[in-house]
């Protein structure tokens, strides 16, 4: 009952979004048709919430429904900032790919939760990694244009100060997130660090945005360089999100609970 409610979001918010884009001179409307679209998903995440009694934040299907709800609000918040309609439209293009992908690979949704996973610090862990991660997805679609126009165009310098403020901001949760899973790990398993895959996975995307920091820092008036290190550390971070649980050392990681039933 509660999956066959979703094709009904998926085809709400794909119509309006694409309302929007066909209006997208008309302000108004544009916006409205985008906010309409958005909150039909969160809508959604609620229902879930209700109807599983958890937070519905513990396999990867569940994850992408917060990054398909999260996503179009950073594209809107960037819009507002610096008004680039690629940005936006750049934005709701790949949360209809994680609604997509949901679609495509339904899940059975359980009312069930593991030990570990009750933990407090389980809500305030997994939602400030979806931020970080939804702020870094926004941050990739910046370089992917910024080395678009490098290499095509004139690279206009606000996109180098959009990417960067992006980061900046995606950074900090992603410093939340591997400082609350630390704690969390404490409390479940005894210790604050194990090299689990996951977690070195995680350490290692911390490391490679951190990398971009400090080279936009001490280099500044370069571009390409930045650009392409922006590129990779997404490639690293859906390594880290998705590719970690194919590894076979991966069978053995306790994060294996974030796999669907």
């Known amino acids: 009952m509660i999956w066959s409610n979703f094709i009904l979001v998926l085809l709400t918010s794909s119509l309006l979004w694409l309302f929007a884009l066909l209006l997208y001179k008309k302000e108004f ?12 998903i969160g809508a959604f995440i609620a229902f879930l919430w209700v109807k599983l009694e958890r937070p519905p934040l513990r396999t990867l299907g569940e994850t992408r429904l917060w990054y398909a709800f999260f996503l179009p609000a950073i ?37 069930t939760l593991m030990p570990a996973l009750q933990s407090p610090w389980f809500v305030p862990h997994v939602v400030v990694y979806i931020f970080a991660y939804a702020f870094l997805a926004a941050s990739s679609l910046v370089a992917v244009r910024g080395l678009y126009q490098h290499y095509y165009k004139t690279l206009d ?20 997130g591997l400082l609350f899973g630390a704690l969390w790990a404490k ?7 194990t ?21 936009r820092y001490h280099m500044p008036t370069v571009f390409k360089s930045s650009l392409w290190i922006l590129a990779l550390a997404f490639v690293i971070l859906l390594v880290c999100w998705f590719g970690v649980n194919y590894l076979p050392s991966a069978q053995f990681s306790v994060h294996t609970y974030s796999q669907a039933p």
Do not use: Q
């Not at 960037?78 to 679609?103: A, D, P, Q």
């Not at 310098?157 to 950074?171: R, T």
């Open 29 to 40: 409307l544009k916006r409205l048709f985008i906010i309409l679209g958005t909150a039909c």
């Open 75 to 111: 594209g809107m918040i960037t819009y507002l900032r610096w008004r680039f309609n690629w940005m936006l439209f750049y934005s709701l293009g790949l949360s209809l790919l994680f609604l997509g992908i949901n679609y495509m690979h339904p899940e059975n949704f359980s009312k």
């Open 157 to 176: 310098k606000k996109v180098m100060l959009m990417a960067d403020n992006l980061v900046y901001l995606g950074f900090a949760f992603l410093s939340l």
């Open 187 to 193: 409390e479940a398993w005894g210790h604050y660090w």
């Open 195 to 215: 090299w689990d895959p996951k977690e070195t996975w995680a350490l290692i995307t911390w490391l490679g945005y951190l990398i971009y920091i400090h080279r």
